[in-house]
């Protein structure tokens, strides 16, 4: 008890640092850079404590006893948004009706896992696990969330790792990498990497409306 006591109050001060403006923080790096934390030992009690109102704004995930904390950059929320524009363009010009879900807490108490997606859709009707999953990663640990989202039974998830745009598809419940999208037929991870890997320096608009333009034309 001593211990988690202890790694409950070393959460507490690292929730302190994120939202205390009064730090020195380098702003080139927070612009790029997600924070992330992990404590180990934890309980799902614990975990449902980081899911609760008070800390909206940090994605929290739990799998095997181990919490991990992470405050998105500016840079990953503007490459969130933008994969958001992106599927929703596709959606409209294909008349699929879609269910943003957002980062919707998905949780399953028996499995012991929770995750918190950066943005997530239910296709053509509203489900209580989503049907896509959309991570976008400017940290460490990579696609080890997948491990989380197969317990969940998410059917499939993007990841945007390395300026890169990696599709996994859930068949015979396990992960396998597609270079297309399950979702959203005929929609390539190629021709989705080229306008996401444009944005930062690009204009949003102008970049989908040639998205959706060079998509009808394949």
């Not at 690292?14 to 790096?29: S, T």
């Not at 499995?111 to 990663?137: H, I, R, W």
Request: glycine share 4%; aromatic share 14%.
């Amino acid at each position: 008890m001593k211990n988690i006591r202890i790694e409950l109050y070393k959460i507490e001060q690292f929730v302190v640092m994120l939202i205390d403006d009064r730090l020195p923080i380098n702003q080139e790096h927070f612009d790029k850079q997600d924070r992330t934390l992990s404590f180990s030992g934890m309980t799902w009690e614990d975990y449902e404590k980081f899911t609760m109102a008070e800390y909206l704004g940090y994605r929290t995930s739990f799998l095997a006893g181990v919490i991990t904390l992470m405050s998105p950059s500016q840079n990953h929320e503007v490459i969130k948004d933008f994969i958001f524009l992106l599927i929703v363009t596709y959606c409209d010009a294909f008349d699929l009706d879609y269910y943003p879900t957002g980062s919707t807490t998905c949780k399953d108490k028996n499995k012991q896992v929770g995750k918190e997606p950066d943005t997530s859709f239910c296709f053509n009707n509203l489900k209580q696990t989503p049907d896509l999953a959309v991570e976008v990663v400017f940290s460490s640990g990579g696609t080890d969330d997948l491990k989380k989202y197969q317990k969940l039974g998410v059917k499939e998830v993007w990841f945007w790792l390395n300026n890169q745009l990696e599709i996994y598809v859930l068949v015979d419940d396990s992960y396998q990498q597609q270079q297309s999208s399950f979702n959203l037929a005929n929609l390539e991870a190629k021709l989705l990497k080229k306008y996401i890997a444009q944005v930062l320096a690009g204009n949003p608009r102008i970049l989908k409306q040639n998205f959706l333009n060079e998509f009808k034309t394949l």
